[in-house]
C-alpha cells in the first residue's frame, strides 16, 4: 500500500507541480516528474514517506547519493523500500542531469527541521553520539574529507529510520558504497531503537 501511495502522489505531483528553473531529462522537468511530490516544494522532507529534507544539504554529498542511487548502490536491497522508491527516480540521470538538479536544489532556501521525535534521552543520547562524532563532526557539522553529511538540521524521523536501516544492513549493504559500509558496521554498536531515539534526540538540540 505505501508504493502504491507513492505512485499516486507521485502522478498527481506531475500533473499539479509548476516550477521554474528545473533540471530536465528527456524534455521534462525532473522536479514535475520527481523531486517536488516527495521532498516537498520547497525541499524541506515529507515525514509521510519518509522523504528528508534536501534544501541546504551540502552539494557534494547530495551529488554522491544521487549517483549510488543510479548505479545501483543503494536502494536494491529487498528490504529497504524507501530507497526502493528512490533508486527508479535517479536510474535515469546522466552525470550532466545530476548537476542541473543540483543547482536547482542549491537555489532552496533552508529552514529548520520541524522536531517530531519524543521519548529521547538526549543526555544518553550525547554519550552515545561521540562515537558518530569522529566522522560527522563534534557539533554535528559534517566532514567532506571523511564524505560524512551535516546530521543536525536533517529531518530527525530521517535521520531515525537511517539509522535502523543501517543497523538492520538494508542500507551500505552493497560493498561498492564504501562510506555506506561503513555507517553500516557503526550502526552494528547502537544498542536498540530507544538508543537511536536517544541519538537523534541530541542531534536535534545542535541546531543548524
Keep these: 500500500m505505501k508504493q502504491a501511495g507513492f505512485w499516486l502522489n507521485l502522478a498527481l505531483g506531475a500533473a499539479l507541480c509548476t516550477t521554474t528553473q528545473a533540471a530536465t531529462v528527456d524534455g521534462v522537468e525532473v522536479s514535475d516528474r520527481f523531486c517536488l511530490t516527495c521532498h516537498g516544494t520547497d525541499g524541506q522532507g515529507n515525514i509521510g514517506i519518509d522523504a528528508p529534507r534536501i534544501a541546504g544539504m551540502e552539494r557534494w554529498y547530495l551529488q554522491r547519493q544521487l549517483e549510488i542511487f543510479r548505479d545501483g548502490l543503494r536502494g536494491t536491497h529487498p528490504e529497504d523500500l524507501v530507497g526502493q522508491e528512490m533508486q527508479p527516480m535517479a536510474a535515469i540521470l546522466t552525470d550532466n542531469s545530476i548537476q542541473d538538479v543540483l543547482n536547482w536544489v542549491e537555489t532552496w532556501e533552508y529552514k529548520p527541521a520541524e522536531i517530531t521525535l519524543t521519548g529521547g534521552d538526549t543526555q544518553r543520547g550525547k554519550t552515545l553520539y561521540q562515537s558518530c562524532a569522529s566522522c560527522h563532526g563534534a557539533d554535528g557539522e559534517g566532514n567532506e574529507v571523511m564524505k560524512a553529511p551535516a546530521l543536525r538540521g536533517q529531518n530527525d524521523f530521517y535521520l531515525v529510520n537511517q539509522l535502523k536501516s543501517f543497523k538492520a544492513g ?9 562510506q555506506g559500509t561503513q555507517m553500516r558496521l557503526m550502526a552494528q554498536a547502537i544498542p536498540d531503537d530507544q538508543a537511536i531515539t536517544d541519538i537523534v534526540s541530541y542531534i536535534n538540540t545542535l541546531g543548524r
Design 170 to 178: 538494508w542500507r551500505g549493504f552493497d560493498p561498492r558504497d564504501q
